[in-house]
């Protein structure tokens, strides 16, 4: 299988005031060859090199790029989804990717910052680890149902639905694919189970190394085995970024290959101060000098 590229823009929204700047982007992004642009979905995020409070919504950004693109896919790295009632994010998923014409990636994951989560969800705070899993798994159980069901009459610990019907549905058949931003064990299983695709970052604590990333791939494989999935329709993605010379860019992803990694998302990084068409030199280098490599 050859490895594929998606690409991600930095968290912070470098090209407010200059949005003709952004457009740009997203269709050299397009015309580039990367399969897909992937947008973090974070409201705040309390990183010392971005600025917190200066986020855009994600899954708007999302529909402006569908707009403006014809084949590219698009998706989130990831949304967290105990910061949304699942109800409501299932209707944003499914008119994006009607909007897009099926091209929509719905990354997922648990959540992770306390400071986005106190202001911009439902229950006001970040749940400890396991309540914060139970509450993902039953709000993507939600999700599935809306997706996949005439009407839907749901009585679980945290969510509740009574005859929900969620029109037009998604595209995509029976919905779009699911990648899942998980660490943990109960979060690997999980993903084995309901995903699509696994998509950790190399910045998190569980896969800053190739070896801890194929142990990864190994616990996922299992799982997909136990549950009787096919392991080949499974993808194993890894968000990662760009250094500032080409030959370390290929010898750090020939090594997560290497590991089992089949799909790598690139994030371009902040590297104030920002100047006009910066961005997309950064994303076409990246292009011409990485990507035919793989």
């Given at each position: 299988m050859r490895l594929k590229f998606g690409v991600s823009p930095s968290p912070h929204p470098w090209w407010i005031g200059k949005v003709k700047e952004f457009e740009k982007w997203i269709m050299e992004a397009e015309n580039c060859g990367y399969d897909a642009i992937f947008l973090p979905d974070h409201y705040n995020l309390p990183v010392p090199m971005f600025p917190s409070n200066e986020l855009i919504d994600t899954w708007s950004t999302l529909a402006f790029i569908a707009a403006k693109t014809t084949h590219i896919k698009i998706g989130t790295c990831v949304t967290p989804l105990p910061r949304y009632l699942p109800s409501q994010l299932a209707k944003i998923i499914a008119t994006v990717d009607?909007?897009?014409n099926g091209r929509i990636i719905a990354g997922l994951g648990a959540g992770t910052f306390q400071e986005e989560f106190i202001n911009y969800s439902p229950q006001g705070c970040l749940d400890e680890p396991r309540k914060r899993v139970d509450?993902?798994?039953e709000g993507l159980q939600v999700m599935i149902k809306l997706w996949t069901m005439d009407k839907v009459t749901f009585n679980g610990r945290f969510y509740k639905l009574k005859e929900a019907v969620l029109l037009p549905k998604?595209?995509?058949k029976p919905y779009p694919p699911l990648w899942a931003g998980a660490v943990?064990?109960?979060m690997l299983r999980i993903s084995a189970k309901y995903f699509n695709a696994w998509v950790p970052s190399r910045g998190s604590t569980f896969t800053p190394t190739p070896e801890k990333y194929e142990a990864g791939v190994k616990i996922i494989t299992d799982y997909l085995k136990r549950y009787g999935r096919n392991t080949n329709e499974?993808?194993?993605?890894?968000?990662g970024w760009m250094t500032?010379?080409?030959v370390d860019d290929i010898d750090?992803?020939?090594k997560f290959v290497k590991a089992g990694c089949q799909y790598y998302i690139v994030e371009i990084p902040l590297t104030p101060p920002v100047k006009d068409g910066?961005?997309?030199q950064l994303i076409r280098k990246f292009a011409r000098e990485v990507m035919p490599s793989f």
């Open positions: 009607i909007l897009s509450r993902f798994l998604p595209v995509q943990g064990s109960r499974f993808t194993f993605a890894l968000l500032e010379k080409v750090i992803i020939d910066r961005y997309i």
